[in-house]
């Protein structure tokens, strides 16, 4: 139904920087907020950060406040990840997903996003 694809991971220094593109492509619907999530080995899928339908409400992970911005472009089903002051620890897989839903807010459960990418990897070296 809704397929969304990321781009933009790949190896960068510490202290780097990195932009992360997510496109959701199929059938789409008028309201969704966007989320990034990100994983490691042997570690459950964390929120990193999401941004709701309008752009009104968003809401970051605790370890990325500073350092990374999520951004949108609704009229190319389009969502960003911009990546700065990357540290080792920023290392893992990142995810895009889409929840559909009326209110212009976010949420930062895995349970309560619709559709997933299928990841880009993110290393950061010492």
């Known amino acids: 139904q809704v397929q969304l694809v990321e781009s933009g991971g790949g190896l960068v220094q510490a202290g780097g920087s990195l932009r992360l593109s997510c496109t959701a492509s199929?059938?789409?619907?008028?309201?969704?907020?966007m989320g990034w999530f990100r994983q490691t080995p042997g570690k459950e899928r964390e929120f990193v950060a999401a941004?709701?339908?309008?752009?009104?409400?968003?809401k970051y992970a605790d370890s990325v406040k500073g350092r990374f911005t999520i951004s949108r472009v609704n009229a190319k089903n389009t969502v960003y990840l911009q990546m700065n002051s990357l540290k080792p620890e920023d290392t893992a897989v990142y995810y895009c997903?889409?929840?559909?839903?009326?209110?212009?807010?976010?949420?930062?459960?895995?349970?309560?996003?619709?559709?997933w990418g299928q990841g880009t990897q993110v290393t950061v070296s010492s």
């Open positions: 997903a889409a929840d559909f839903r009326i209110y212009d807010s976010v949420r930062v459960g895995r349970e309560e996003y619709d559709y």
């Open positions: 199929g059938r789409t619907f008028s309201s969704y907020a």
């Open positions: 941004l709701s339908w309008s752009g009104g409400d968003t």
